[in-house]
T-cell receptor
């Protein structure tokens, strides 16, 4: 049994470049979340999927960010035209739950993005 | 939205002593309160959680208490060990919301 996995673990890019991160949730988890964590702060919610449907997006998710979860399995988070302010740890979490329930979220190791 | 405040931001304790971290939340609808431990270079790991229908929960050396009236909850670590050194985050959410609102974290250092 494996936990949530994320790839890559580290990414260094130049300002203006596009980057894409991947998250593989725990098998059979129907919910998947993306959070962003900057140094010295707690994770901040970005977006949430239930199966393949993206149900909520934070105001932190500008038009340069897009997330997908095709077929309700893995998810990708793409950042276009990266800016130095995008430098952060991007965390993925997954859970299994039904409508109206608050279920336990399990986090992956994160992808640390550095924009030069 | 939910606002979670966490104190203290840093905590240094002697090995074997207890550590206590406190969090307050703003939304009275919040009913789920997990605690995560994050080690350097790793993602947050759930260590204990509590739901609003329970006032206290224990798991070996770790306990969490919840005061719904005052809207605060606390993490208690007894008999601290060097491997307890990490950053601890509290969080809150409510049914049908799903997203977690996190505190800013407490860096715990256990001195040998």
């Amino acid at each position: 049994d494996t936990g949530v996995s994320q790839d890559p673990r580290h990414k260094i890019t130049k300002r203006g470049q596009n980057v894409t991160f991947r998250c593989d949730p725990i098998s059979e988890h129907n919910r998947l979340y993306w959070y962003r964590q900057t140094l010295g702060q707690g994770p901040e919610f970005l977006t949430y999927f239930q199966n393949e449907a993206q149900l909520e997006k934070s105001r932190l998710l500008s038009d340069r960010f897009s997330a997908e979860r095709p077929k309700g399995s893995f998810s990708t988070l793409e950042i276009q035209r990266t800016e130095q302010g995008d430098s952060a740890m991007y965390l993925c979490a997954s859970s299994f739950g039904s409508s109206g329930s608050t279920d336990t979220q399990y986090f992956g190791p994160g992808t640390r993005l550095t924009v030069l | 939205g939910e606002n979670v405040e966490q104190h203290p931001s840093t905590l240094s304790v002697q090995e074997g002593d207890s550590a206590v971290i406190k969090c307050t939340y703003s939304d009275s609808a919040s009913n789920y309160f997990p605690w995560y431990k994050q080690e350097l270079g790793k993602g947050p790991q759930l260590i204990i959680d509590i739901r609003s229908n329970v006032g206290e929960k224990k798991d070996q050396r770790i306990a969490v208490t919840l005061n719904k009236t005052a809207k605060h909850f606390s993490l208690h670590i007894t008999e601290t060990q060097p491997e307890d050194s990490a950053v601890y985050f509290c969080a809150a959410t409510f049914s049908n919301d799903y997203k977690l609102s996190f505190g800013a974290g407490t860096t715990v250092t256990v001195r040998a």
